[in-house]
């Protein structure tokens, strides 16, 4: 047993988060520089979902911060960015 290590969840909150703060800010100033940061954040979580590491972490799968539940309203959102909203906490 390796001892000093913690295992995380290799899917957070903070890495869907980080594209819908980017989407805010491009809902806000309309600028695309914005837009292209969230998709790359979303290509990068999209690509964590595929090479299988959702299922290495994370105490719920299915939460809305832990696993596919995030990483789904993120790609839906990232289809309609205007009409985004972090789930949740933004009306």
């Known amino acids: 047993m390796m001892q000093g290590f913690v295992l995380l969840p290799l899917m957070r909150a903070s890495e869907s988060g980080n594209a819908y703060a980017f989407l805010s800010v491009h809902r806000l100033t309309g600028e695309e520089v914005h837009l292209e940061r969230a998709k790359a954040f979303g290509g990068w979580v999209s ?3 595929m090479i299988g590491a959702q299922s290495q972490g994370g105490d719920k799968p299915y939460s809305l911060f ?5 990483a ?3 790609c839906f ?5 205007m009409a985004s909203r972090f789930p949740g906490f933004e009306l």
Do not use: H, N, R, Y
């Open 77 to 81: 959102d990232l289809s309609t960015p």
């Open 66 to 70: 832990q696993g596919l539940t995030g």
């Open 72 to 74: 789904a309203c993120l």
């Open 47 to 49: 690509q964590k979902l």
